[in-house]
């Protein structure tokens, strides 16, 4: 493979892995803040001790978030030196703005988020913990404003010529809110939210099929499929608001997404399938007029295929980014129907009654996570072969002076490392989850609701 390839795989794996963090940072913030509140308004012990266990959890998730996440920036220099120059002024005005909005109120916070039970008051606990949840909302703001330049660029001007030509911002918030910035910071938002419930029911889920901290288990699970439930529905909204923004602004990439082809006023819209590149057919269930209808609300109106644009600006992995696209589409539905489904067994005090359910919650944890994922490998991968869009060619913000073994080598590199974390990281979670919330052999002794000897019975 050539030296391109191999940098766009080597930031890929990289940022992948980054990417399991943040959004369970972002989600089990949430989490800690709902539970947190509870147990202001309610004086519930219970959600006290919910709140520290799930503290617990986001320290492991927010570190290792931090030590994967600077890897990436030293990589813009190293194997993407020519980007680095063009995109340099966008990028060092979002990073700069994440530093003083987010990474400060993260850090201004953390610790008294972490350490301040019991030694600062209540209140001031809780609103630390809103802090550090806030500030992880904002770091990703930033985060995605920077990559929405790249899809949809605005508020700037090019200057300089050939290899000395970089963007220039000439209006700061034209740039921040570029055509594509506000659709995708709330579908990243939710996406990480979801992705943080279904790791607090999974959790629970498991508890309660293990006949452990059942009662604390039950609050929250509600708590966590209330959230689930709700940003599993928004995201339908903000997943279409975003496919039209792509229908508008990238073309292309729309024409990536569905596979297809040929301009059609009844462009139709795929299921599932396959695409067959060299006979430029996709395989699978469609619903005729399909896409029309979703992009332009009416079944005959004019989609434009990929035929219709240069051979040299289409994606050069279509049928991936096909089915990249169409299984995070698969999972959001899911996630309606499984959490729709227990907010209705809820309703009917049947929550809890189905083993089979719990444990379809307890495996269901992984797939927000893919979801995710292939969100943004089809993000990624159907703006190629630009890295700006329209401006950028990914091939000409390479550094040139990087060589194919010095990419392979560092992959080897962070592949061992990165797999050396992330069981690191799977330990230390197994270890916080089997240890539970509290002690369960001190129950007698528990503080968590005076005179239930039984409470968990």
Not at 1 to 24: C, G, K, N, W
Not at 261 to 268: I, K, R, W
Not at 326 to 343: K, S
């Amino acid at each position: 493979m050539d030296v391109e390839i191999l940098s766009r795989l080597q930031f890929a794996f990289t940022i992948s892995f980054h990417y399991i963090y943040p959004p369970l940072s972002i989600g089990i913030g949430l989490m800690m803040v709902l539970m947190e509140g509870m147990y202001m308004r309610t004086k519930d012990k219970q959600y006290e001790q919910l709140a520290r266990f799930w503290t617990k959890i986001f320290a492991i998730t927010f570190g290792l978030g931090v030590a994967t996440g600077i890897v990436m920036e030293f990589e813009f220099g190293t194997n993407w030196a020519a980007y680095s120059r063009y995109v340099g002024d966008v990028f060092g005005s979002a990073l700069a703005a994440e530093g003083i909005f987010a990474f400060a109120l993260e850090s201004g916070f953390l610790g008294v988020l972490l350490f301040g039970w019991n030694r600062v008051k209540p209140i001031v606990h809780f609103i630390a913990t809103i802090g550090v949840w806030l500030g992880s909302m904002f770091s990703a703001v930033w985060i995605v404003v920077a990559n929405s330049w790249q899809q949809t660029p605005a508020g700037f001007t090019i200057v300089g010529e050939g290899l000395s030509a970089r963007a220039e911002i000439t209006d700061f918030w034209a740039m921040v809110f570029n055509p594509s910035s506000v659709d995708r910071v709330l579908h990243v938002w939710i996406g990480a939210l979801i992705a943080g419930a279904f790791l607090v029911m999974s959790v629970h889920a498991w508890y309660l099929l293990k006949g452990r901290y059942t009662v604390i288990s039950k609050k929250a699970f509600k708590i966590a499929l209330s959230v689930a439930a709700i940003m599993s529905i928004l995201q339908l909204v903000t997943g279409h608001s975003s496919a039209s923004g792509v229908a508008e602004n990238q073309p292309a990439k729309l024409a990536t997404f569905e596979g297809h082809y040929n301009s059609s006023d009844q462009a139709d819209l795929y299921l599932f399938g396959w695409v067959d590149h060299e006979n430029q057919k996709v395989y699978g269930p469609y619903v005729p007029g399909g896409l029309s209808f979703l992009i332009h609300n009416d079944f005959n109106t004019e989609v434009k295929g990929l035929n219709d644009f240069p051979e040299d600006e289409i994606p050069d992995a279509i049928n991936a980014v096909f089915q990249f696209y169409h299984l995070m589409v698969a999972f959001g539905v899911y996630f309606i129907g499984l959490t729709l489904l227990g907010v209705f067994l809820w309703w009917r005090g049947k929550l809890f009654d189905h083993r089979w359910l719990l444990w379809v919650f307890v495996f269901s944890v992984i797939l927000p996570q893919l979801a995710n994922q292939f969100g943004w490998f089809s993000a990624e991968m159907g703006r190629q072969p630009w890295v700006v869009y329209g401006l950028l060619r990914t091939a000409d913000a390479l550094s040139v002076v990087v060589t194919a073994n010095q990419v392979v080598f560092s992959l080897i590199m962070f592949t061992l490392i990165y797999a050396l974390l992330f069981v690191l990281f799977l330990y230390m979670l197994n270890k916080k989850i089997q240890a539970g919330p509290y002690d369960e052999s001190k129950i007698d002794n528990s503080p968590i609701q005076e005179g239930m000897v039984d409470f968990y019975k």
